[in-house]
């Protein structure tokens, strides 16, 4: 369909990390959608204003260990199991827990350093995305907040924003928005109008007039406005992230 790309679960870069006494087939994997760390390819550095989208599961007591970033805006998408989460943005040592159906903000801004990793019982599955700022700097700044289960899956969400005042991060990036939604067997939904987006199917299986079936890691990249419509074909959890 013109103006419209199917990118398979399996053409992602795959990082694992080390093994650990835990954790012999190592204690992450992550699944990169661009061009990340050692991976690198000229035709896959971002989309819109998307530096990073990486699809992550990491084992139960493990984590990444404090490290800065600076001049991005990093949202986190939890898919399952508990995220937890400390920086330099909060006013205290606390750690944050986030939960399925939640979303995590983190603007950078003039710098900020965090950790995080899952709970000790269980792995934690979560979608970061991280995104181009209108301009640099700034304080850093952090914010989480979820949805209803049953407003999930009536329409879509907006999670994070530029311009939407409903959604729970504002974004530093205008013209960017995250939407979420979650479908049963056989309901649908319309794409969220806008001039270009990507849109990646981060649980179950779907089909897209014109465009056939999506299975589980797979997105679309649209160019084009293209509102398609998407059935899902078993329980389904898609995040849509539209450019104007």
Same mark, same amino acid.
């Given at each position: 369909?013109?103006?419209?790309?199917?990118?398979?679960?399996? @053409?992602?870069f795959? #990082? &694992?990390?080390?093994?650990?006494? @835990?954790?012999?087939?190592?204690? =992450?994997?992550?699944?990169?959608?661009?061009?990340f *760390?050692?991976?690198?390819?000229?035709?896959?550095?971002?989309?819109?204003?998307?530096?990073?989208l990486?699809?992550? $599961?990491?084992?139960?007591?493990?984590?990444?260990?404090?490290? #800065?970033?600076?001049?991005?805006e990093? /949202?986190?998408?939890?898919?399952? *199991? %508990? +995220?937890r989460?400390?920086? #330099?943005?909060?006013?205290?040592?606390s750690?944050?827990?986030?939960?399925?159906?939640?979303?995590?903000?983190?603007?950078?801004?003039?710098?900020? $350093?965090?950790?995080?990793?899952?709970?000790?019982?269980? @792995?934690?599955?979560?979608?970061?995305?991280?995104?181009?700022?209108?301009?640099?700097?700034?304080?850093?700044? !952090?914010?989480? *907040?979820g949805?209803?289960? =049953? !407003? +999930?899956?009536?329409?879509?969400?907006? =999670?994070?924003?530029?311009?939407?005042p409903? =959604? &729970? /991060?504002?974004?530093?990036?205008?013209? $960017?928005?995250?939407? &979420?939604?979650?479908?049963?067997?056989?309901? %649908?939904?319309? +794409?969220?109008?806008?001039?270009s987006? !990507?849109? +990646?199917?981060?649980?179950?299986?779907?089909d897209?007039?014109? &465009?056939?079936?999506? @299975?589980? *890691?797979?997105?679309?990249?649209? $160019?084009?406005?293209?509102?398609?419509?998407?059935?899902?074909? %078993?329980?389904?959890?898609?995040?849509?992230? #539209?450019?104007?």
């Amino acid at each position: 369909m013109e103006g419209v790309e199917v990118r398979r679960s399996a @053409d992602r870069f795959a #990082t &694992v990390a080390p093994a650990t006494p @835990d954790a012999a087939e190592g204690w =992450a994997l992550t699944r990169h959608s661009f061009s990340f *760390g050692e991976h690198y390819d000229p035709d896959r550095v971002g989309f819109g204003s998307l530096l990073a989208l990486n699809d992550e $599961t990491v084992r139960a007591g493990t984590g990444y260990p404090e490290h #800065t970033h600076r001049d991005v805006e990093i /949202v986190t998408w939890v898919v399952s *199991g %508990e +995220l937890r989460h400390a920086d #330099t943005a909060h006013p205290d040592d606390s750690v944050a827990t986030i939960e399925p159906g939640e979303v995590q903000g983190l603007s950078a801004g003039s710098g900020v $350093t965090h950790a995080e990793g899952a709970a000790a019982d269980a @792995d934690v599955r979560f979608v970061q995305t991280w995104i181009r700022p209108d301009a640099p700097g700034g304080t850093p700044s !952090y914010v989480v *907040g979820g949805f209803k289960p =049953a !407003y +999930l899956a009536s329409t879509w969400v907006a =999670a994070a924003s530029g311009s939407d005042p409903t =959604a &729970v /991060v504002d974004l530093r990036s205008r013209g $960017t928005t995250l939407w &979420v939604t979650r479908l049963e067997t056989g309901e %649908e939904r319309t +794409l969220p109008a806008s001039a270009s987006a !990507y849109v +990646l199917l981060a649980r179950g299986a779907v089909d897209v007039d014109g &465009v056939g079936p999506l @299975d589980e *890691g797979d997105a679309l990249e649209l $160019t084009v406005p293209a509102p398609l419509r998407v059935v899902a074909r %078993e329980p389904a959890e898609i995040l849509a992230w #539209t450019f104007a």
